[in-house]
């Protein structure tokens, strides 16, 4: 019945009532509802009561004014006949001759004309009447009496009490509604008074004159007034009833009007308490101005963020906390964007009461009457300093690498196009440098990564010295620098900045107290001879930077067409070598060793080769390097030394005691499973582990680390050899050979090639040999090709041999024939 309020308010704003203050709105609705409908009820029922009573009343009167008319006619037509003395009629059947004044002498006569006529008195007559008309008539009249001549005139109860009550003076006229028959009359009687005129009837009875000898009543029935008595109390009753419920109906719907009025009202109390408690409590600060721009009200927060208290602003003007940041354009079209789309929002700076400038969010808001006429201006704003230094600080991360603070790659590729664009459009030149660290690894590996960050700072700071303000230099990532230089003259401008690099970079770098040295390679592309945007500019320069790293390192090389091709030869490389790996298309060849002193052939070196279904037989020169970067050298490795010490266990059966020697990539040392990878190779081949050799590299070994130099005496523990490769080439101190478990030093080739030409080469070679016995290591002479290197070596007492004049490296088959060719003459020497 009562409407739930669901905080529509008027204007369309939502809002929200209390449960508790909505339900007491709608008690006391109730209450004065209930007390409404009370009262108009008992209005109405004292409405009807009054109305029934009052047609009761009509009632009675109609029906007494017809009785007092009926009375009166009764008695006027009595009163003719007994001063007439009565009315002669002829007897008949009908009316017979009375039997109750038979006393009377003339009470029968013969008319003139002969006719016998009998009397008839006024009750007689009246009587006769009643009886034979009184349906029609209705009303019933008669007199009666306690001492009667006729006992049909003998009172009734009702008569007699009466009569009773006119004989003792109570009475004179007695009128009210009795029961005749089981049906209601009105009834209406007085008292008869003895006259002379009845004397001659009546005189025996002796009642003196002005006595009361019985009275004269008249009923008149009540049926047809009742009747429409009833019919009005129907009306009446209906009449009321559709006025209660128009009534009823009408206190309801004021009573749901009135609860939605009070419910608005109280709604639109809370809102403005609401309203007042916001703007007290807003974490915003909020100035309200009248249209002219005088300031109205302000609320806590806004002296809490200007400083200026309220007391200081009323009347004043927003201008006072404007600041110096914004010139006249910028507050024209604020206050255009206010008059015509109603609001403004945005960044604006203003200051404070003690001069301090801050970032405020601010919204402005046009309050316009119904007739669309400005009424306020409501501005709001809040302090973002810390927001927008905190966007601004992102935004550096997002373009600017964290440890150098240069350009990141995100930056550095969106000025390299802009760079493009800028020489397209004036038709300049410009080059991008692409460097890589040379030696960084190195640093980064044995010093730790605090000392890489330090040197990767420092190299930032050399190359910024080394460029023109207008210039970009970034880092992309890791060891990896980019320099743009937007606007060149010739191509030797670029490279006279790839010499400053390249010297600034020479010199050591004091990193946590220790000197080191690093160095670049730099590749050089140029615009517009290398490409037409930005993206082909930087693979292009990165392109020319591995192509001097492979030149030797710490050099620059401008891009040609060549490296594309090369490069595009690397990827198809790439992807055949992976497929390689997939589906073993490798072959283990295997290359002599010769003791000199016996002549007979002791071991062999392990070789792997790449035969490719379309390209052939691929050089290990090409793909190694190439799986080292991929990753992939580890499982060829692993192929390699399964494979040779599978096909060692044959040969070792057929009798031959030959040892085989097996290459590691140091790849495989950056994780700690080569030990038992090499235990797994040994028990699942079987062969001996004394019979295995571990090639190393002399460039890696320097390097090693502890960790890894654990790892060298774990598979010398194994009872597997370790021998250092291409010994001679590692430009270091020989003094770590004492901290290594090696056994064997393989002198490299290009000592070996000049030898007999060469007397230093000599000189270097013996003192090698000299150095290597002295630690009890053997030694190993690779890349013999001619008889007077291996005389030499033989002279200077070299342990073993190994090269083309022995034999080339040759596959499994063919070892077994070059094996039993070579063993009369090994038993030849031998005796």
Known sequence: MWPEYDGDAPGGEIARLPPRDAERI????????????????????????????????????????????????????RRWASEHGGVYVEPTEKTPPSPWMAHLPDRDIVANDGRLLTLMNPAYMLREMMADYGDDYGIKGRIVGIVTLNPNNEADPWEAEAIGQFSSGALTEKVEVAAIDGQPYMRLIKPFLMEQSCQKCHGHLGFPNGSVRGAVGVSVPMDPYLSVEHSAVRTLAISHGAFWLVGITGILLIGRRSSAKWLEKAMADEESHLAAHVFSNALEATIITDPKGRILRVNPMFTELTGYGEAEVIGGNPRLIRSDHHDADFYAEMWQAIYRDGSWRGEIWNRRKNGQVFVAWESIVAVRDDQGAIRNFVGSFSDITEQVEAQRHILRLAHYDVLTELPNRVLFLDRLERAVLHAQRHNRRAALLFLDLDGFKK?????????????????????????????????????????????????????????????????????????????????????????????????????????????????????????????????????????????????VHYQPKKNLASGIITGFEALVRWLHPTLGMVSPADFIPLAEEMHLIERIDAFVMRQACRQGVQ?????????????????????????????????????????????????FVIDLAVDQREILQRLRALGVRLAIDDFGTGYSSLSYLKRLPVTTLKIDRSFIRDMACDSRDMMLVSSIIGIAHSLGLKVVAEGIEELDQMTILTAQECDEIQGYFLAKPMPADMVTIFLMSSLPSSLAAGA
């Open 443 to 587: 640093v980064n590996d044995t010093m730790g990564h605090r000392a890489g960050d330090e040197l990767l700072k420092e190299v930032a700071v050399r190359l910024k010295q080394c460029i023109r303000l207008t210039d970009t230099i970034a880092r992309l990532g890791g060891d990896e620098f980019t320099v743009l230089l937007g606007e060149i003259s010739s191509d030797g401008d670029a490279a006279v900045v790839a010499e400053k690099v390249l010297a600034g970079l020479s010199a050591s770098f004091s990193i946590e107290g220790r000197d080191v040295f690093v160095g670049a390679s730099i590749g050089i592309s140029l615009f517009p001879d290398d490409g037409p945007s930005g993206d082909e500019l930087l693979k292009h320069a990165d392109t020319a930077m591995y192509q001097a790293k492979a030149a030797g390192k710490g050099c620059f090389n401008f891009y040609s067409a060549e490296m594309t091709q090369r490069e595009e030869r690397r990827l198809e490389l790439e992807s055949a070598l992976r497929q390689a790996v997939e589906e073993g298309q490798f072959l």
């Open 651 to 699: 040969w070792l059966r057929a009798g031959h005691q030959i040892s085989i020697a097996v290459n590691l990539s140091g790849v495989n040392f950056a994780k700690d499973v080569l030990v038992e990878r090499v235990r797994k190779v040994l028990d699942e081949t079987g062969f001996p582990a004394a019979n295995l050799e571990l090639e190393l590299t002399e460039s």
């Open 26 to 77: 709608r008690h006391t609705v109730i209450r004065y509802c209930l007390l409404a409908l009370v009262l108009w009820t008992s209005l109405l029922s004292l409405s009807l009561w009054w109305n029934v009573e009052r047609q009761k009343a009509t009632t009675t009167t109609l029906a007494m004014s017809a009785a007092r008319s009926a009375f009166n006619k009764d008695l006027a037509y």
